[in-house]
């Protein structure tokens, strides 16, 4: 089940607070790692300032752990952040028979995460266990990441029972404010093209194992979608309506495999927008 909340305000406060403690995270991070009485600036960090004569013992890139950890890793893709939505006292979409959306998408989760391991990713999970993170924490966690997509788990209540879809956000115009900076909410702006190729790619698998599937990703508004600054989907699973949770729990190993499948294939056409989205 997709839902779609407008909070921008909010928003933007969670966010400065979320990079004030990133900030501070990674200042006690490296602090003890720093050599005494050498300050080597991290990996990207403009060095204009410190002349390669100042420096008789040399930098080594990538010797200094950066303070944002995400953004020491080698470009292109390398990370997946999934997301099981709902949980906590959210549980989604719920049928007659006691199913509860949000402990399917949680199940699945694992299965996903051991396919995409296979295929040499690292899964970042944006929940655990039964918990309910906000959307936009949902979306910070994704949102820290460099070289990540976002991959959002649903059971549907509606659908032919058995199939899968895949939604991509719809359009979203690319708007800057007066500071030239993309709004939070439009953070999924920059990157619609590469999400509408990866929902591509990952539903024509997902085709092959599940009959009745669209062969394409459709666009809907989602609102977890809006706010992620990465290649981002949304993979429902129909239906809760099923009278037995084994019908879903068979459903699994496809599902993970579709999506393992889907993202390998777009690594090699993945490429980091020059325009960061999500900062306010
Ligand atoms: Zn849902």
Do not use: C
Not at 41 to 62: D, N
Not at 133 to 155: E, I, K
Not at 254 to 280: C, E
């Amino acid at each position: 089940m997709l839902l779609e909340v407008r909070n921008i305000l909010r928003v933007r406060f969670l966010f400065l607070m979320v990079l004030l403690s990133v900030a501070l995270l990674g200042a006690v991070m490296v602090s003890p790692q720093a050599p005494p009485q050498t300050q080597q600036p991290a990996p990207g960090t403009p060095t204009a300032s410190t002349s390669p004569s100042s420096s008789p013992q040399g930098v080594v890139a990538g010797s200094v752990p950066s303070p944002f950890g995400a953004q020491a890793q080698p470009a292109g893709l390398n990370v997946v952040v999934l997301d099981p939505a709902h949980g906590g006292t959210d549980s989604g979409a719920r049928g007659t028979g006691g199913i509860r959306e949000s402990e399917i998408v949680l199940d699945f989760a694992i299965q996903v995460r051991h396919a995409l391991e296979a295929q040499g990713f690292q899964v970042v999970q944006t929940r655990q266990g039964n918990d309910d993170p906000s959307f936009d924490g949902r979306s910070a966690t994704a949102n820290a990441q460099r070289g990540a997509v976002f991959v959002t788990l649903h059971v549907s209540s509606t659908g032919v029972p058995g199939s899968t879809r895949v939604y991509v956000n719809s359009d979203l115009p690319t708007v800057t404010d007066s500071s030239g900076l993309i709004p939070w909410d439009r953070a999924q702006a920059p990157f619609l093209d590469l999400s509408r190729k990866l929902g591509d790619l990952v539903q024509g698998f997902l085709a092959q194992h599940f009959k009745g599937s669209p062969d394409t990703a459709q666009a809907a508004t989602v609102r977890q979608l809006r706010t992620t600054a990465a290649p981002a989907i949304a993979v429902e699973i129909s239906s809760v309506t099923v009278d037995d949770r084994a019908d879903l729990d068979r459903m699994a190993p496809g599902v993970a495999d579709a999506i393992a499948r889907g993202v390998a294939a777009f690594k090699p056409s993945y490429v980091v927008p020059s325009t960061r989205g999500a900062l306010p």
